[in-house]
């Protein structure tokens, strides 16, 4: 994990893996019969085994939320995660603890089945597609990029993101833009909640 969180996805070969561990590599191939068993291991290791926490008191909005930061944040902590899962599936028991927990709590909310599993989805892709596009380790850099990019534009063809460039830049990457993004989606859900069955 720490091979594909430093160098990427694309450095992690057996022979790599052999070398940073100080192994021979026919010796990897005893604990990994191929490299999609090794890219499972890498999911296993990443993801905390342990159930979600008990939440007594919180709804479930609040619970949810909760749950999907705590995922946002691992996906901070390992990047690599997000590499792999934008390459294949991760069907994972571990893996799918996530679903498990955020299906669990929209049925408790009301959710039918079919409603509850499209919610999953949107959620799912929000907090990975956050986490490709605005990654954390690099929020000053796509700020400072932004703002550069921002600074060379003609106000008369751009004048919103020229006027408007450092509220623009900041919204470029960052906790509290994920948790805007969040906020505004559990709004909708929220909404179909209050709207009750039907």
Request: no cysteine; aromatic share 8%.
């Amino acid at each position: 994990m720490e091979l594909v969180d430093r160098e990427g996805l694309d450095a992690l070969t057996m022979q790599r893996l052999a070398e940073e561990v100080d192994a021979g590599t026919m010796t990897l191939y005893g604990y990994f019969e191929s490299r999609d068993d090794l890219l499972d291991a890498i999911v296993d290791a990443a993801v905390d085994p342990r159930p979600w926490p008990p939440a007594p008191g919180a709804d479930w909005r609040e619970q949810l939320a909760n749950t999907v930061r705590m995922v946002y944040r691992a996906l901070g902590r390992h990047p690599g995660l997000v590499e792999i899962r934008a390459r294949r599936p991760v069907l994972r028991p571990e893996a799918l603890r996530f679903a498990e927990r955020v299906i669990g709590l929209l049925r408790g909310a009301g959710f039918e089945p079919e409603e509850a599993a499209s919610a999953f989805r949107l959620i799912f892709t929000y907090t990975f597609g956050f986490a490709v596009l605005s990654p954390a380790r690099s929020r000053d850099e796509a700020r400072r990029t932004a703002a550069i990019a921002a600074a060379g534009l003609p106000p008369d063809e751009y004048p919103n993101l020229t006027e408007h460039s450092r509220e623009w830049t900041e919204a470029m990457a960052g906790a509290e833009q994920f948790d805007y993004g969040l906020e505004r989606l559990l709004d909708g859900l929220q909404v179909r909640v209050d709207a009750g069955p039907g």
